[in-house]
């Protein structure tokens, strides 16, 4: 049989020749050698009949003439009636510029949720839908980051809007690094380290050693401080910078000259803004003229009593100054007063400076780190017993008040 195939238009498309023992879809295939339209793509009418893709011509063929529809095409015009059925559209229609445009004009940009992952890593598409409403950067995809027109449009909305974390996690997923232009953006690199100083590895060569982009990467992170390049690392301004904002645990990385410097030792125990990881005090990493300084000593148990350790034996024998540390460890919520132990063995073991301790301390919770000498000692074993059981007690008239 010959088959006369056209459009919904009227116009002829191409001749068939087919049997009528050729399934619709062999005749589909047919087609698609002359057209070019996928099989997927057709839909063949026979008068106001769909024609079954499993049905042979002599069973649903009554005429010479079918009409082919392209089922993209109508899908097309469906979305441009109505942009919301690009939600349920093939992946081909999602994906298509043309089409994916003119449905973000016509819903303000909201069309963008619903358009393929390729139109949504297409930098024209996606500055289109951000022109409607700057928040639908969300939907972009990989990598749209290359595209620095984009993404410092993203940028400053999420920095004037003070956009979630979220949002910058999820602008910086979008693969800024792979464009040479932004690592050479130094407020794009600053917002970048500021998320994640790891971001400082794709900064360019030329700004890798500048002290904005080096300080934003040690605010993000103390950690970083030490993969700084050696020149930040070396200036004086940019070291009291960062002790400025983590106090001691920078001075882990610092070299002698600055463990010796006076006013940044000061600023390190001014400072104590540092991860709770970090249990110790600036002082363990400065010189042994510093840690017999009385004054910095004190400074430094004053912001954390387990200085202790690190000051020089001659202070650790001193009961006035290891008082201090134990009066700076009552104004925490320490449990216990471990940090007790790095006072001189000949001072827990004296007796004047325990009873000091229990008029200071009633709870008496450092008696486990008192010598055993004085831990046997009947008056002060009494006295810690007393204390113990008072404890006990008021926990038990907290509980019974109903706390828990």
């Given at each position: 049989?010959?088959?006369?195939?056209?459009?919904?238009?009227?116009?002829?498309?191409?001749?068939i020749q087919a049997t009528s023992d050729q399934s619709v879809h062999n005749l589909k295939d047919s087609i698609r050698k002359v057209t070019g339209v996928p099989v997927k793509e057709q839909q063949l009418l026979c008068g106001n009949n769909v024609l079954p893709n499993n049905s042979l011509l002599k069973d649903v063929v009554t005429a010479s003439e079918l009409v082919m529809v392209n089922t993209l095409n109508r899908w097309h015009m469906d979305i441009a009636e109505d942009w919301r059925r690009l939600r349920k559209a093939p992946e081909g229609v999602k994906n298509d510029r043309e089409t994916v445009m003119g449905a973000l004009h016509q819903s303000a940009?909201?069309?963008?949720?619903?358009?393929?992952?390729?139109?949504?890593?297409?930098?024209q598409i996606m500055a289109l839908a951000m022109e409607?409403?700057?928040?639908?950067?969300?939907?972009?995809?990989?990598?749209?980051?290359?595209?620095?027109?984009?993404?410092?449009?993203?940028?400053?909305?999420?920095?004037?809007?003070?956009?979630?974390?979220?949002?910058?996690?999820?602008?910086?997923?979008?693969?800024?690094?792979?464009?040479p232009e932004l690592c050479e953006d130094i407020d794009f690199m600053e917002f970048a380290v500021g998320f994640n100083a790891a971001n400082m590895k794709h900064v360019s060569a030329q700004l890798r050693s500048n002290s904005r982009l080096g300080l934003a990467t040690v605010n993000c992170s103390w950690r970083a401080f030490e993969s700084l390049p050696i020149d930040l690392r070396s200036d004086r301004?940019?070291?009291?910078?960062?002790?400025?904002?983590?106090?001691?645990?920078?001075?882990?990385?610092?070299?002698?000259?600055?463990?010796?410097?006076r006013d940044i030792v000061v600023t390190?125990?001014?400072?104590?803004?540092?991860?709770?990881?970090?249990?110790?005090?600036?002082?363990?990493?400065?010189?042994?003229?510093?840690?017999a300084d009385r004054w910095l000593a004190?400074?430094?148990?004053?912001?954390?009593?387990?200085?202790?350790?690190?000051?020089?034996?001659?202070?650790?024998?001193?009961?006035?100054?290891?008082?201090?540390?134990?009066?700076?460890?009552?104004?925490?919520?320490?449990?216990?007063?471990?940090?007790?132990?790095?006072?001189?063995?000949?001072?827990?073991?004296?007796?004047d400076f325990t009873r000091a301790l229990f008029e200071v301390d009633a709870e008496a919770r450092f008696f486990p780190y008192l010598a055993s000498s004085i831990r046997t000692d009947p008056e002060f074993a009494r006295k810690a017993h007393a204390a113990e059981r008072a404890r006990y007690g008021a926990y038990q008239q907290w509980f019974a008040q109903g706390h828990n």
């Open positions: 049989m010959e088959l006369q195939i056209g459009n919904l238009a009227g116009a002829d498309l191409c001749l940009g909201q069309a963008i949720k619903y358009a393929g992952e390729e139109a949504r890593a297409d930098p409607y409403d700057k928040t639908l950067f969300r939907y972009a995809r990989a990598p749209v980051g290359r595209h620095a027109a984009f993404m410092r449009a993203a940028r400053m909305h999420i920095e004037d809007r003070g956009g979630s974390r979220d949002d910058v996690g999820v602008l910086l997923g979008l693969g800024w690094h792979e464009s301004e940019f070291v009291m910078r960062c002790v400025s904002l983590h106090g001691g645990i920078v001075m882990k990385y610092l070299p002698e000259q600055f463990t010796s410097d390190a125990l001014q400072h104590p803004v540092i991860p709770s990881c970090f249990e110790g005090s600036a002082l363990q990493y400065v010189s042994a003229e510093f840690k004190e400074l430094a148990i004053a912001q954390e009593p387990r200085a202790l350790e690190h000051v020089s034996d001659e202070l650790k024998s001193d009961p006035q100054f290891v008082m201090k540390a134990v009066q700076s460890g009552l104004l925490r919520t320490h449990a216990h007063r471990d940090f007790l132990k790095f006072a001189s063995p000949s001072l827990l073991a004296d007796p």
